[in-house]
């Protein structure tokens, strides 16, 4: 069983940076890929980056030069830092890995940039 805890939304201005936290417990592998998700309202949930076990990274072209996603494995947490952040930006975003065949997800943390 695993458990995905996100942290580090918040209220910011356009052009300001958040650092998301997603703390996971339970039966994770360094080798799990993680990844973050974010949903705005009325929209799908759409695929903002992900991590390999290996520390591959790819990114969702809209936060391409931004965004930085990376991890470390002795605190079983993925990081979001999110730079010059857009009003665009704005939606709930959450934790996601697949493990033991099982999809896990967070509850989800709001970040919000105002104009």
């Known amino acids: 069983q695993v458990q995905l805890v996100e942290s580090g939304g918040g209220l910011v201005q356009a052009g300001g940076s958040l650092r998301l936290s997603c703390v996971a417990s339970?039966?994770?592998?360094?080798?799990?890929?993680m990844r973050w998700y974010r949903q705005a309202p009325g929209k799908q949930r759409e695929l903002v980056a992900f991590?390999?076990?290996?520390?591959?990274?790819n990114y969702a072209d809209s936060v391409k030069g931004r965004f930085t996603i990376s991890r470390d494995n002795a605190k079983n947490t993925v990081y979001l830092q999110m730079n010059s952040l857009k009003p665009e930006d704005t939606a709930v975003y959450y934790c996601?890995?697949?493990?033991?065949?099982?999809?896990?997800w967070g509850q989800g943390t709001q970040v919000t940039v105002s104009s």
């Open positions: 991590i390999t076990g290996g520390w591959s990274t």
């Open positions: 996601h890995t697949y493990s033991g065949m099982r999809h896990y």
């Open positions: 339970g039966s994770i592998l360094s080798s799990d890929v």
